[in-house]
């Protein structure tokens, strides 16, 4: 960590100089997306006046395109470092627009997406967890190597790879091939996602799933469906808080795995380290949403909330697109890009087939 001007070596930045530190990346984030929400409407009210039908492209879109040619443009100058700090508070706010999201999810909307929807859940993570073991193999990548993209391809993406990275003690050059893999490819299944969608004719429902069975990082999750409808981003974000909660038992699988492998005992507590893996915000999600269901929030309050909401999701598109660094993914390697490549379209076609079917079998979902 970087030390404070005027510390000792190694001792941690005060409070007031991290913020500081934050506030350049901060303003960049709302200089992305506020301009990028008047652009939207912007759009709108001119066709809306000269009778014009012009393609209906939400913030989520203009925010992510703007993000990406300006961190692109000002990674190739050498000029992103001074934002860095402040651009990776997206995730943050990915996490504070999850919790208040829950305010649109009352108890039984959850409880709907029951056994049918959560068997699918299961089924992805089998399929892509066991495809991703045996593409690794059979494409001579190391056993690390091949676990991180494992756990990163079923569970959460870049968040499973990091929280897997120190229980396995993988390197970091596995942990950073693992995650660009992941990366780029969440990049290209945010455009192509909608794209099938609407070629399909599909439901919101059906779409949000299948969003939040196939795509890896919950921050593609939520903009591939926002970009679909605002439905279909609820059904999206709620399979994926799903997939999210395996986390912690996932990583102390895998931790075992090793750990017997090199003929050791996996020390400390298992039910500690599966609760430090646990994403938190998964808990803020459904207590927002038991409130929700209480009826303790009223019309407006659940309006302001779901504003909120959207403002925490914009700066977070706004942060997707300016990490999205073209050059620096393609540094990453070849073969645990197609070992990710293969993996995800196989999931996503597995993933598809079995919502169109649970969606004409077991009724509209």
């Known amino acids: 960590m970087v030390s404070a001007v005027g510390a000792l070596p190694g001792t941690p930045a005060s409070l007031p100089t991290r913020v500081a530190r934050m506030l350049p990346g901060l303003a960049l984030l709302v200089a992305i997306g506020y301009p990028a929400k008047l652009t939207e409407g912007a759009l709108k009210a001119y066709g809306q006046a000269h009778h014009v039908a012009l393609p209906n492209i939400e913030y989520v879109l203009w925010a992510i395109a703007l993000g990406l040619i300006v961190g692109n443009v000002l990674g190739a100058v050498g000029a992103l470092r001074i934002f860095a700090p402040g651009i990776d508070t997206y995730e943050f706010f990915l996490k504070v627009g999850i919790v208040l999201l829950g305010s649109r999810f009352l ?15 299961l089924v992805e993570f089998v399929i892509a967890g066991g495809l991703m073991v045996a593409l690794g193999r059979a494409f001579g990548l190391g056993p690390k190597l091949t676990a991180l993209l494992a756990v990163g391809s079923s569970v959460c993406g870049v968040s499973a790879i990091i929280a897997t990275q120190g229980a396995i003690e993988a390197s970091d050059e596995d942990t950073s091939y693992a995650m660009g ?55 999206a974000v709620l399979a994926k808080t799903a997939r999210n909660a395996t986390i912690g038992f996932v990583v102390l699988g895998v931790a075992t795995y090793f750990a017997s492998r090199a003929g050791k005992t ?6 500690a380290l599966v609760w430090s893996r646990f994403p938190k915000f998964v808990l ?10 209480a009826h303790v929030f009223g019309k ?19 942060g997707v697109g300016l990490k999205t660094n073209f050059v620096e993914l393609k540094k990453q390697g070849l073969r645990p890009l197609l070992v990710g490549a293969i993996g ?14 649970a969606d004409a079998v077991g009724g509209p979902l």
């Open 266 to 271: 996996l020390q400390g507590s298992r039910a």
């Open 344 to 357: 995800e379209v196989v999931i996503a076609g597995v993933t598809l087939g079995a919502v169109l079917i």
């Open 284 to 293: 803020g999600f459904l207590a927002v949403s038991a409130l929700a269901s």
């Open 300 to 318: 407006p309050q659940l309006t302001a909330i779901a504003n909120l909401s959207r403002w925490a999701f914009l700066l977070t598109f706004a």
């Open 181 to 235: 893999a992941i990366l780029a490819l969440g990049a290209i299944g945010l455009f192509a996602f909608p794209a099938i969608g609407h070629a399909l004719h599909m439901g919101d429902h059906p779409f949000g799933l299948w969003v939040g069975l196939a795509i890896d990082n919950t921050a593609e999750v939520t903009a591939a469906g926002a970009m679909y409808s605002d439905e279909a981003a609820k059904w």
């Open 107 to 121: 108890l039984v909307d959850i409880a709907k997406m029951g056994g049918l929807a959560l068997g699918l859940v």
